[in-house]
């Protein structure tokens, strides 16, 4: 046990001796720059840079810390800043890039000195154990990370009906319900698939309906279910033909009622579907879409719809008929536009109703200009495409237009222009219900 304690005695005073070596090597190196510099007076704090340059530099390095050291000073000489730059907080220069040594503590001399002192080494430890520790956790949250990016990507198992389901994935549902009627309700959460009727249910409630269309003639009950299917076959994600034909069924039975609303809605669905390549009557609808802008007076959706056009679909009948009444109303020629008028094909006779009483009013009062002084009511149910004399007769009263009561009613036209010009001013603003983009 003595001969322990009285080891650090012996080995004591070389520490200083070591020291004092390592000062007598870099002052010398010290004064070797002071030489070159030409300038023996250095300031202090100069000289304690120096010495903390030499120190902070290992060995292999102290050739290079020599030049930048010499340029260092040779710089300053040359400025004359010497003495004026602060060279206690100057930086070293980059041969100094390496950590400092630890300073060898000097050993105790008393009994206490063959004591280790393990308080750092616990702290260490510690901290090594929380740093592992923290590292463990990371790697847990990636490997969690990446098993959840490959459960994503595995593939969907796929229902009988994804031939007829766009973007099928994981939130699709299919329906269960086997109700064929089922009123339409605003969805304000997930739909539930028990109240959802499957692709086969639907089949037989759209010829459900369409019967009871024909024999009921009840709008109101037809639409609600109609805008029902539409909802089963927007949250089951079903486009196929069948659900062209819910839209399409739906857009004629709304033309016939005067809905445009729901009209618009099914005709902005059905440009979706037709340009997916389902199968329908894309030409029927396309000259339904021509004549609603006519209606609507919009001319610049008329062009884009037309600059969109392939030259095989404008020689196709119905669009044919809708392009040759945008002529007619564009070149004034109402004779032309009233023949075309009585010959529409399929249900476009129902939106030219919506704005036949504006054109007839622009007829007439080039017909108030175009013959004097009296003209018959006959001619003019004719030229006006009205079926009957009676409903012409109404119409002008409507305008409060004179009319004779002789055998022959006539109408004295010079009196009538500023009716029929005051008549036109009712159709200035359309009422648009449901704008079709």
Known sequence: MYTAVDMPKKQSPKAPLIQKNKKMSVLKSSL????????????????????????????SARKRLEKQLNQIISSAVKNKKLNSINWTIRPLPKACDLEP???????????????????????????????????????????????????????????????????????????????????????????????????SVLRNTLELLKRKWVEDNNYTYICSQFKSMRQDLTVQRITNSFTVEVYETHARVALETNDLGEYNQCQTQLKQLYAMGLPGHAMEFLAYRILYFLYTRNKGDINAAMAAMLPSEKQEQAVQHALSVR??????NYHRF???????????????????????????????????PRLSVAVIAKDLAFTKVDDCIKFLAELNIAISQDESPSVDMKLAYPHAVAAMQIYEKVDIKGQIY
């Open 32 to 59: 070797s720059i002071a030489n070159t510099s030409g300038d023996s007076t250095w300031p202090n704090s100069l000289k304690d840079y120096v010495e903390r340059s030499f120190a902070a530099c290992s060995t």
């Open 101 to 199: 040594q630890p300073v060898l503590s000097v050993k105790r001399t008393s009994v206490s000195a063959g004591i280790i002192d393990t308080s750092d080494n616990f702290d260490s430890e510690e901290r090594k154990e929380r740093r592992l520790h923290r590292f463990q956790k990371e790697a847990e949250a990636e490997a969690a990370r990446k098993e959840a990016e490959s459960s994503s990507t595995m593939p969907i198992p796929q229902p009988p009906n994804t031939a007829d389901v766009h973007n099928w994935d994981a939130d699709t549902i299919v329906g269960t319900c086997t109700r064929l009627e089922k009123s339409y309700f605003r969805l304000t959460s997930a739909p539930d698939p028990s109240q959802v009727r499957p692709l």
């Open 327 to 332: 002529a007619a109303m564009a070149a004034g």
């Open 338 to 372: 009233f023949m075309l008028y009585l010959a529409t094909p399929n249900m476009g006779g129902y939106l030219i109703d919506k704005f036949i009483d504006r054109e007839r009013c622009a007829s007439l009062q080039r017909m108030c200009k175009a013959f004097r």
